[in-house]
């Protein structure tokens, strides 16, 4: 039995955090809270939240704090006895600040941020494939995963994101693994920082 953590995946679109993600789901029993899943889940059930972010989401930008801050509380509510991933969350450090308090509310602790290192073309060229293969399989293509969009989320990423880097490593509290490694050399990187 491994011991309950809760960690963030930080890293850009693309960097490989929701295959990471799913993998610490089926074996430590976390629970993945991606803010991107939910506000698309949002937009498929019609919600008026999901009608108000679907525009913003498809041209690339970031959604209010309020609003995935809002949905992270609900979440955090329901417990984990895995502990949770934070996948896509927080994204400013207005985010970061408010994940801190919620934790602290709930007695919890922030056990690791990990880093996902890539580089810039070849997140470009991820996401594009993504949406090829999506598109080949007769599954649906993200509508943000379009060249224009793909440049507006990255560079929403390095202006209201990366600062987040610095936020961890001065709360020592961040490890970086290289994420251009294959699948599962990226997973034991991950493994190894949960169970040192
Ligand atoms: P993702 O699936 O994580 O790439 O998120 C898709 C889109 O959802 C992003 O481009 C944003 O428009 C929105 N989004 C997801 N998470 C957040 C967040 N933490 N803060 C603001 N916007 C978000």
Redesign the pocket.
Known sequence: MTTAMNIILLGP?GAG??TQAGYLVEERGMVQL????M??AARTSGTEMGQK?AA??DA??????EI?IGLIAEQLEKGSEGGFIF??????LA?ADALAALLAEKGQTLDAVIQLEVDDETLVQRIVNRAKEAAAAGQPVRA?DNAESVKI?LM?YYKKTAPLIGYYYAKGNLTAVDGLADIDTVRASIAAVLEP
Do not use: A
């Open positions: 679109p955090k929701g991606s803010t991107g899943d506000l698309r972010v913003i989401m690339g930008q970031l959604v209010t704090d995935v996948d896509g969350f927080p994204r400013t985010q943000d989320r929403e």
